[in-house]
Every structure is written in structure tokens, then in C-alpha cells.
């Protein structure tokens, strides 16, 4: 399939509830938050990790990942000798015979060739490798890109709670040791991202490439079963299509919770707001650029615009907005 020609923009809302989104290290691993404003916050790091794993889940063979150009390229890899792979020894696992006797320009350009060929997160969200000593990097600039920080549409009350561990504590224990985690009882968080047709002519970012990271991120969110991830739902992805060189920006701040039953941190779920969509509707209405809304929503999510309430794909084709269901 072609290379895309178009402008993208990505707004994904998910919900996490009883769970850890985000969690700090440098702070307890506490769910990460504005300290100003009370907000959960999700770094672009987590959101490309869950697209990264859903991708590994679809195929346990890497020489089969390699051949159909769904490799991995930033994962956790092993040296020859059992130790965790730096930077450099994971270019070196993609040179191969492609680098034989290339130094320089040369080599650098051997490794882009193998990784945007193999790689489809290399293609999406770029990549940063060293070569080793007076070799240059491959620096690559990714088109697919989510804000540094994506945030919930409410306030929020992180809470610490105890359990109990499995194991005792100490040798001479005669009970089990209690476990504490930090979790966030509620948060609907909205995520943004661009798809920018231009650099994606450097990676080759085809129409597939962006239908599996629109696919990653609805089925890699509901498909996270850890320990702290446990609670998160897909809710609505909107892919919103453009001329080349336009996006409308700042969806996220163009929604607002409504009707809502309680104060922000006692929200629990879907049924204690709606969404407004109504200024993000009529912004969309008057910019011409917008050439198509590409729309995924489970029905749980109540949306209003005015006076109406729906389905987000409802009350844009009611706003005269051409809409097509997602199929993913």
C-alpha cells in the first residue's frame, strides 16, 4: 500500500478504573498527576508501549515479524552473553550482511533501510540508534506522535491501598507481609496524536501501518492484564483526516464532562457524565481542511452536542460532518 498523503489527527478517550495509568518511579509509583490541576496524566511513553506490545502479541515469531515488516524495534532484547542489549547492540542485531564492509554514511544508511523495512514502529514513531565510536546515529523522526502528556478530562484522588502479600516478610515471620499499591479508584483520560504526512514520506508509513496503530491502540488498551493496568476500556478513537499540511489541534481541550453526578473525583463510570462534543462539533464544521471522521465508540460512552445526545458518529453526520465506522 501507498505511503499516506494525508494529515492526521488522533483522539482516543479510555477509561482506567481501580488501576494505575501511569505510574511514577521517581514518586512510589504513584499514578502520575498535575499537581495544579488534579488531572491524571499519561505519558506519550506508556501509549506507544501498549501499541508496541499489542504488535508482539500478534505474532511470538521474530524472523515472521521480520518478513512481514512488524518487527519490534524498540523492545526489551538479550546479548549473546544473557545481559540486557544497549542501543548500539541493538543496531548491530539489524546490520547484519547488509552492513559488511559499510562504515560511515554508508552504514548508517544500511541500518534505516533494515529497521524502516522491518520495523513498523520505526516507521510510525521514529527511532534513535547509536552505531558506536565516530559512527553517526540514525536519528529518524517519527510521523505518528502523541503529547508528551495526556491528560483526564476531570480531577482526580489517587489512593494507596494495602494488601495482602503472598509471601512473609522475613524468614522468621510468622504471618505474610502486607503489599501497598497506589491506584486511581476513576479517570477518563483523552489521548492526542498527529500523523504527519510529511515525515511520513522518510519512513514509509503506509494506510496499514496507521490502521494497526489505530487497531493497537483500541484492541493493546483493552487487552492490558497486568497487576496495575487491570481496568482500562477502550471508549472512543476518532481518526480525523485532513488536506496535507492542516489539523485543527487542541481536540482534547475542545471536550468537557457534562451532567455530571457528583463532584470530579467521585466519578466511578460512564453513567455519572456525558461527554460534550458540541465545541469540538462546531469547530470541525468550520474548518474546511477536515476531510473525513473515521469513528470507533463503545455505546457505554454518552455523548451530547446542545440539545442532542448520541453517538459521537450520530452528532457529526447530524453537523453535516462526513463520518465512516472504523472497522478494527
Same mark, same amino acid.
Given at each position: 500500500? =501507498?505511503? *499516506? ?35 491524571? #496524566?499519561? =505519558?506519550?511513553?506508556? *501509549?506507544?508501549?501498549?501499541?508496541? !506490545?499489542? $504488535? ?20 526489551? /532484547? ?15 542485531? $539489524?546490520?547484519?550482511?547488509? +552492513? ?12 534505516? !533501510?533494515?529497521?524502516?523495512? @522491518?520495523? *513498523? ?10 552505531? @558506536? ?8 523522526? @517519527? ?5 508528551? $502528556? ?15 502479600? +503472598?509471601?512473609?516478610?522475613?524468614? =522468621? ?31 514509509? &508509513?503506509?494506510? /496499514? ?11 493493546? #488498551? +483493552? ?11 477502550? &471508549?472512543? &478513537? ?11 489541534? +487542541? ?10 453526578? @457528583?463532584?470530579? #473525583? ?5 453513567? !455519572? $457524565? ?11 464544521? !468550520?474548518?474546511?481542511?477536515? #476531510? ?37
Amino acid at each position: 500500500m =501507498s505511503v *499516506i498523503t494525508n494529515r492526521y489527527e488522533i483522539l482516543f478517550l479510555y477509561e482506567a478504573k481501580d488501576c494505575n495509568p501511569n505510574g511514577d518511579p521517581l514518586d512510589e509509583n504513584r499514578p502520575r498527576t498535575d499537581p495544579e490541576t488534579g488531572e491524571a #496524566t499519561v =505519558s506519550d511513553v506508556r *501509549i506507544k508501549r501498549t501499541v508496541r !506490545d499489542y $504488535f508482539l502479541s500478534l505474532e511470538p515469531d521474530v524472523e515472521k515479524r521480520l518478513a512481514a515488516g512488524r518487527e519490534v524495534l524498540i523492545r526489551d /532484547t538479550l546479548k549473546a552473553d544473557g545481559h540486557l542489549a544497549e542501543g548500539k547492540d541493538r543496531a548491530e542485531q $539489524f546490520l547484519g550482511e547488509a +552492513a559488511k564492509g559499510k562504515k560511515g554514511e554508508a552504514k548508517r544508511q544500511a541500518l534505516q !533501510d533494515a529497521a524502516l523495512g @522491518g520495523c *513498523i514502529d520505526a516507521r510510525l514513531f521514529g527511532a534513535t540508534l547509536p552505531l @558506536g565510536p565516530k559512527e553517526p546515529s540514525l536519528q529518524l523522526t @517519527g510521523p505518528a506522535q502523541f503529547s508528551a $502528556f495526556n491528560r483526564s478530562l476531570h480531577r482526580v484522588s489517587p489512593t494507596l491501598v494495602q494488601q495482602t502479600a +503472598a509471601y512473609a516478610g522475613s524468614a =522468621s515471620a510468622n504471618q505474610k507481609s502486607f503489599a501497598e499499591r497506589w491506584l486511581l479508584p476513576y479517570a477518563l483520560i483523552a489521548a492526542y496524536g498527529v500523523v504527519n504526512e510529511t515525515a511520513a514520506r522518510t519512513t514509509g &508509513l503506509t494506510e /496499514t501501518d496507521l490502521n494497526l496503530l489505530l487497531e493497537g491502540l483500541w484492541r493493546g #488498551t +483493552a487487552a492490558l492484564n497486568t497487576h496495575s493496568k487491570l481496568g482500562h476500556d477502550p &471508549l472512543l &478513537l476518532v481518526a480525523a483526516q485532513y488536506q496535507p499540511g492542516y489539523r485543527l489541534g +487542541a481536540l482534547p481541550r475542545r471536550l468537557a464532562l457534562s451532567e455530571k453526578t @457528583g463532584e470530579d #473525583t467521585a466519578l466511578r463510570s460512564t453513567r !455519572d $457524565f456525558q461527554l460534550d462534543v458540541g465545541e469540538l462539533l462546531a469547530a470541525w464544521c !468550520d474548518y474546511p481542511a477536515l #476531510t473525513e471522521l473515521r469513528v470507533m465508540q463503545d455505546p457505554r460512552l454518552r455523548c451530547r452536542s446542545g440539545a442532542q445526545s448520541g453517538l459521537l458518529a450520530e452528532l457529526a453526520g447530524q453537523a453535516g460532518l462526513k463520518v465512516t465506522a472504523l472497522d478494527l
